[in-house]
């Protein structure tokens, strides 16, 4: 029993530790966005009072309040699309940039085609693949997918490209396959470049 307590304080602790750090770090933009809240509010209410012009935050509060429902039905949809999208996608791209970098013919063949297509701006993309696909999950959560590709397939290549010749020496001198190198070597030093094209993805999936 008294290892119990001991194990719940030593957890409510931690977490209030945490939480303090937390506050602390980042403080000046929980205030940011309190001013900003604050003079929204009071620029709508008091200036402009007008909602149908610039609606204030308490108004907008009000209004999700009473389409309470459609608001959980279209953000369990958004979510969805933009969950299922972005695995697709990320995974995707974590593949084609491993084959790429690894595949001299393929290197060739698709780069300059995946950088022609990255380059249309996904404004132009999204009618598209309305009229191609129509108005439903599949085509959204492929558009999702479109989006999230394109950062970490090139940090994935980026990544397998930038391995220190130290490593291939070293796989090398174990006698190594090309296999044991890719996945014990290259996958690992591409690693942080994969995870950093994942988060630029995260923010693509959502916009």
């Given at each position: 029993m008294?290892?119990?307590?001991?194990?719940?304080?030593?957890?409510?602790?931690?977490?209030?530790?945490?939480?303090?750090?937390?506050?602390?770090?980042?403080?000046?933009?929980?205030?940011?966005?309190?001013?900003?809240?604050?003079?929204?509010?009071?620029y709508a209410?008091?200036?402009?009072?007008?909602?149908?012009?610039?609606?204030?935050?308490?108004?907008?509060?009000?209004?999700v309040l009473a389409a309470q429902d459609t608001v959980i039905e279209a953000f369990y949809a958004t979510t969805i699309e933009t969950t299922t999208g972005f695995i697709f996608g990320t995974t995707i791209?974590?593949?084609?940039?491993?084959?790429?970098?690894?595949?001299y013919i393929m290197r060739r063949s698709m780069l300059p085609w995946i950088i022609f297509v990255y380059t249309v701006?996904?404004?132009?993309?999204a009618p598209l693949f309305l009229v191609w696909f129509g108005i439903n999950l599949f085509a959204v959560a492929l558009f999702v997918s479109l989006l999230s590709f394109y950062p970490?397939?090139?940090?994935?290549?980026?990544?397998f490209q930038s391995v220190s010749e130290e490593y291939y020496?070293?796989?090398?001198?174990?006698?190594?396959?090309?296999?044991?190198?890719?996945?014990?070597i290259k996958l690992w030093e591409a690693l942080p470049h994969t995870l950093s094209g994942v988060k630029v993805g995260v923010q693509q999936s959502v916009v």
């Open positions: 008294g290892v119990e307590s001991s194990r719940s304080r030593n957890f409510f602790r931690s977490t209030s530790d945490l939480l303090k750090k937390w506050l602390r770090d980042n403080i000046r933009v929980i205030l940011i966005v309190v001013c900003i809240g604050i003079l929204w509010q009071a209410q008091f200036i402009i009072a007008d909602n149908n012009y610039f609606p204030s935050l308490w108004y907008v509060f009000q209004q791209g974590f593949i084609t940039g491993v084959l790429v970098s690894e595949s701006p996904a404004a132009i993309i970490v397939f090139i940090s994935t290549l980026t990544g020496h070293l796989g090398e001198i174990s006698d190594a396959s090309r296999w044991q190198i890719t996945r014990h």
